[in-house]
């Protein structure tokens, strides 16, 4: 689901876009479930930046500089993104490799192999929204990334829920 890893874009538009440094803003009330292996998903490295893509732009990046993690003084260029009201069951994994500035808002996890799999983050660019909030997870594993700040606010653990990172 989403975006290419690394992806400078293809065509036209080849070397024009950051693929992975988009604006994701708000993917809200979705369902996945029974799919084998995949539920809600990312692929690839998913960290949303605020930059100048835009329908003005014909959807492609001017300033490429402004896909970067951070500008000349140290300030992150991270733009927030949230997973809203998402229900996932049956599945294998749900979640990213690598995600920052993501949070999961009152997402539903049942008998999910991979309730939730997050190998990297970043603290968000806010410095205090939580990664996982007021959501509820059963019968599976959190594996979570163990190399930085990882927040969870809000949140029910109900049976069989099992810890990694």
Same mark, same amino acid.
């Given at each position: 689901?989403?975006? %290419? #890893?690394?992806?400078?874009?293809?065509?036209?538009?080849?070397?024009?876009? @950051?693929? &992975?440094?988009?604006?994701?803003?708000?993917? $809200?009330?979705?369902?996945? *479930? /029974? !799919?084998?292996?995949?539920?809600?998903?990312?692929?690839?490295?998913?960290?949303?930046? #605020?930059?100048? %893509?835009? =329908?003005?732009?014909?959807?492609?990046?001017?300033?490429?500089?402004? @896909?970067?993690?951070?500008?000349?003084?140290?300030?992150?260029? +991270?733009?927030?993104?949230?997973?809203?009201?998402?229900?996932?069951?049956?599945?294998?994994?749900? /979640?990213?490799?690598? #995600?920052?500035?993501?949070?999961?808002?009152? !997402?539903?996890?049942?008998? =999910?192999?991979?309730?939730?799999?997050?190998?990297?983050?970043?603290?968000? $660019?806010?410095? @205090?929204?939580? *990664?996982?909030?007021?959501?509820?997870? #059963?019968? +599976?594993?959190? &594996?979570?990334?163990? %190399?930085?700040?990882?927040?969870?606010?809000?949140?029910?653990?109900?049976?069989?829920?099992?810890? $990694? &990172?």
């Amino acid at each position: 689901m989403f975006l %290419q #890893a690394g992806g400078i874009g293809r065509g036209p538009s080849y070397d024009r876009v @950051c693929e &992975a440094d988009a604006r994701m803003g708000r993917i $809200e009330g979705n369902t996945f *479930h /029974g !799919h084998r292996r995949f539920g809600t998903y990312t692929l690839g490295f998913n960290y949303p930046k #605020a930059t100048d %893509q835009s =329908v003005f732009t014909n959807g492609q990046n001017l300033n490429k500089e402004l @896909c970067q993690g951070f500008d000349q003084d140290g300030n992150t260029h +991270g733009l927030p993104a949230v997973f809203v009201d998402n229900l996932d069951y049956g599945s294998i994994f749900v /979640g990213h490799y690598e #995600a920052g500035d993501v949070q999961y808002h009152g !997402h539903r996890s049942y008998d =999910v192999a991979n309730l939730m799999y997050w190998k990297e983050t970043k603290n968000f $660019e806010n410095g @205090c929204s939580a *990664h996982i909030s007021g959501s509820f997870f #059963a019968h +599976g594993n959190l &594996a979570l990334p163990d %190399q930085s700040t990882f927040m969870i606010e809000n949140t029910t653990f109900g049976d069989g829920v099992t810890l $990694e &990172a």
